[in-house]
């Protein structure tokens, strides 16, 4: 009997595991299917373009990972990200001529900085007047949308600097070895901020707590709001920086860039295994959620498989995720 | 007060009559599908500058429809109700605008079709560019290029538009010309210069060093293309890529070079050519005013009263670049 015992804890234990790393196996089966299927998969060149890809949406989930901690959500990210792009085009380019151009690291400055307003104002409409997240980010949706094509006057902004075109197309090289691209390069710093912020400071853990009972957190002296605050602009720092990045992979200040890239970014927190409704869920999922997307649309491409089937693919991803929860937690019961 | 009333409804009696008398200004409308894109964008500033308006003969009201039928459809209601003369109209897509016409055509309003036709008899006439032509030209140059024979990739609008529809028939047909000529992948970016890129690189993995011509189904989505094949260290020079509707960008990527061609559709003379086509309808002996009547002597005017109107399309090389550039600097400065 005790023989037994032991190894149904065992198998419990096992699949413990299992659950652990069901979106790492799940990645690795697609990875495997596709190296079978398609010739030049399992390719070094090709595994960077990869994470080239998903750069932009993995810098927007991140902060959407923070935000859905706290129970709330951001539909903004799109916005924030394209005006965050123009406005560091617009200093870097000759033939935007309403601002003068300036030193390429001044002009991204400029652009964080606006990201991060557009989300610090969404933060303190939240946390101090109590508009829900959906309708705010929902308003600054149109908001900052409204804005970038304002600031463009609908135009494209072009003819940027080159030093600051590396950005988005050159290789971080280290003593001369070509390492990886620079989105790349700056996706997992910014990750590897996130995870030390979450995980290792105090707070990580008050994010986690406002999540999980914002009631309790309160009472145990957290300061709520401006935990909220912090989270949303966080985000709009992070959208900003995806958009310089994107501006400087396409080489121009888009206006309509990021259209409902809130979709991708929230898709790729929820099969990360973050809760929507706050207080549970792993950094490192989202960082698997973000590359299971990249790698189901570049495998797709590949395959030449129309890209109708490419959205219900995703879809079916999310909802699949969710569903595997939800029987996770009713076995826990 | 009803003394009150009778004089509020004489004196609205007496200013109608004195506007209808005056009767030199007329009310025109340009409906555009969307303001968001440079296309649209240079096609109203388009209409702001035609003569008639600046010289107050037209009270212009330019509308942004907003990408959606629906929208459109109530900007078509608000325009008839409010007794505008004629409508330019530019609808999201051929299918979706008949009933904004009927809606217009029930109030006798003129509605004046530009840059992209609406099925529907009730159009007043039309003014653009055939798109077939267009996709034929610019997949013709991209095997010119090629020598004739190897693989090209076609990059297509939003699947089902008519933009799409057209622009692939006048691909596919060029491409039919050439037996060593094989279309190795075939997929949409919708229009968008971000999804062209991923897509690009993502064909330079599965077919490397095979893809020698790409074919954009407009400029944003070549542009893409460039990037991703400047991305994977190869060289645009060895590709052949081509383009169409001459945004600035592109005029840009043609001088130096990185693209071999881009097809310019004329916003200015769809936008201009539309206007004088309504007020030729509404003025009896009007003489165009537009330059584009001049810059296109194939088009002819034929009294105002032709259905269809075609704007020829301007291919943009190496050669006319820096001179299209100087146009196109005219026309954004603000």
Redesign the interface.
Known sequence: MPDDASSMQESNKFRAILWELRIAIALVLICVYLSMATDHFLTTRNLINVLRQVSVNGLLSIGMTFIILTGGIDLSVGSMLAFGGVVTASFVSNAYKDVPSINPFHAICLGLLAGTVLGAVNGLVISKMRVTPFIMTLGMLSIARGMTYIYTNGMPITDLDKTFLQIGQGFFEPWGVRLLPWPVVIFLLAFAIAWVVLYRMKFGRYVYAVGGNARSARISGINVGFIIFMVYAISGFLCALAGVLLTARTSAGLPQAGVSYELDAIAAVVIGGTSMTGGKGPLIGTLLGVILIGVINSGLDQLSVSSYYQQVCKGLIIVGAVMLDYFQSDGER | MRKTALFVAALVFVVSIGFAQAGQKYRIGGATYG????YM?LWATALERHPAVQQGLVDLTIFDGRYDASVQQSQFETMSSQGYDAILFVPIDIEAGAAAVATAHAADVIVVGSNTRVNSDLLTAYIGSNDVVSGYMEAKAVIEKMGGKGNVVIIEGPIGQSAQIERLEGNLKAIAEYPEVNVL?R??ANW???EA???M???L??H?GTIHGVIGQNDEMA??AV?AI???GLDVKDFAIAGIDG???AI?AVKNGEMDLSILQDAVSQAQGAIDIALGYLIDGYEPMSDCWKDYPEMKWNGGKDKTYDVPWTPITKQNADEQWEKRQDL?A?
């Not at chain 2, 303001?35 to 440079?38: K, S």
């Open positions: 303001l968001a894109g440079e964008k992948e997929r949409t968008s210069r971000a890129l991923a897509l690189e993502n064909w993995t599965a490397p542009l893409g990037q400047k991305a994977a945004v600035s960008d840009t954004t603000r």
